[in-house]
């Protein structure tokens, strides 16, 4: 495979032809997934700088047009028979067997329209046998695979987790340019994957959809008579802190009911099903609480909107955030955002725009405490909510487009760059070392 377009354009099809970028994913929308929106944002900020993408996902089999003419969607499940859907089966091989299908479907799709360059998630190394094909490769960096599957109770799982972190390593290291969403991602990714001094390594923050921009814009605040309503976007794992902030819930609710007040709610965004009460009775989760917990599932953007604008905070106690999705999504609708400092990501963002609050840990002793502190401070909302609304400004997908072509361009000129580091703290560093597989 070789590329055509040595100099990616801004300029459109009038002056050079448009570049053809190839887009692996494993998920995107109308499945509404963290990686499925991280893959969309991408995909629509390159287009709107003239850019036609191909975004090839393991999510479906079929080939559909989306809303924007220069995108295209392609789906990889298909080819997952014979061989490969046996590969699958066997603990190692299953990301094999998904990278295999990826490459498939990328060389068939480079035959009929040449590529120019292809952008590929790290997590799970889709791009793993793309590595040699001649195509500048660019790796986005979200959490590391061995991150979510830290805690791999079976031989078999402890053998994939080796696996698949060589694979997504080796995409690392051999990658033409890789991006990561913060600078202390960008130090962990560093850390992670024991990148050495050289690589093009550069920082750009993610854009927030538009629909949610624009709903945050108008949305009024909840009145000061309202209960306090509270949103979870995301899924049940531990990294997410979701067991913390269950029962930081159940600490919040008994200490209203205590002082007379209206019991308060949580709203769940993002859940696979049965996934909450899986949780809430391992945790002796009592039933009457569960009636004050609405579970939504997998939620459109525009369904985010209409239940963010009932309440008053996002409530995300992570102890790592790659993207920080959910934590821009907060900001961008002007709710105030209840993190953790165990999380840089939190800390980095909320320091530099002052649009939340952090719980010194991630126990649901300190998140119930920090929650009740931040309700009973309207103003401080308030502030935060005009801080996260400003600050929403820049997160645009013709800033995102703008700077991924920038990183094209450095990648395939081969310029030589990397962003100003800093050293990870002592603290940080010892979430590393707990999750490292």
């Known amino acids: 495979m070789q590329h055509t377009n040595p100099i990616a354009p801004v300029e459109g099809p009038e002056e050079n032809p448009p570049l053809e970028v190839a887009l692996l994913t494993w998920e995107y929308p109308p499945i509404p997934t963290a990686k499925g929106r991280v893959a969309c944002e991408v995909a629509h900020g390159l287009a709107r700088h003239g850019v036609n993408v191909r975004v090839f996902t393991m999510d479906r089999d079929d080939v559909v047009r989306t809303d924007h003419e220069r995108i295209e969607v392609i789906g990889c499940a298909g080819r997952i028979t014979g061989l490969r859907r046996l590969m699958r089966k066997i603990p190692g091989l299953e990301f094999a067997a998904t990278a295999a299908a990826f490459r498939e479907c990328v060389h068939e799709e480079h035959e009929r329209r040449p590529f120019d360059l292809i952008e590929a998630s790290n997590w799970g190394a889709p791009a793993a046998m793309l590595m040699d094909c001649g195509l500048p490769i660019i790796i986005r960096n979200s959490a590391p695979h061995g991150i979510d599957e830290a805690n791999a109770s079976t031989l078999g799982q402890r053998i994939s987790n080796r696996i698949v972190s060589g694979m997504e390593a080796r995409c690392n290291h051999s990658a033409d340019a890789i991006i990561s969403n913060s600078r202390s991602h960008a130090n962990a990714i560093r850390d992670w994957y024991d990148i050495t001094p050289g690589l093009i390594h550069m920082v750009t923050p993610l854009s927030v959809d538009p629909v949610i921009r624009k709903a945050g814009i108008s949305a009024q605040f909840p009145p000061a008579h309202a209960r306090l309503r509270l949103a979870y976007i995301g899924d049940d794992s531990e990294r997410k802190g979701f067991d913390e902030m269950l029962l930081a819930f159940q600490k ?90 165990e999380d840089p990501a939190a800390v980095e963002l909320i320091h530099r725009y002052g649009c939340g609050r952090l719980a010194e840990a991630c126990t649901p002793d300190v998140i119930a405490e920090t929650v009740l502190d931040l309700f009973n401070d309207r103003h401080a909302m308030l502030e935060m909510r005009k801080a996260g609304l400003e600050a929403a400004k820049s997160w645009t997908r013709e800033e995102l487009g703008a700077r991924t072509l920038q990183i094209y361009r450095r990648a395939m000129r081969l310029e030589a760059i990397d962003i100003p580091g800093s050293q990870l703290g002592r603290g940080y560093q010892g979430v590393l070392e707990q999750i490292r597989v």
Do not use: K, N, W
């Open 252 to 341: 919040v609710s008994e200490q209203l009911r205590d002082q007379g007040e209206p019991l308060p709610e949580l709203h769940l965004m993002g859940l696979e099903s049965g996934a909450l009460d899986a949780r809430a009775s391992q945790l002796g989760v009592s039933t009457s609480l569960l009636e004050q917990i609405f579970d939504y599932g997998r939620v459109t953007d525009e369904s985010m909107t209409h239940i963010l604008a009932r309440c008053q905070a996002v409530l995300a106690p992570s102890h790592y955030q790659s993207f920080g999705s959910v934590y821009h999504e907060a900001a961008a609708f002007g709710r105030p955002l209840i993190a953790c400092a």
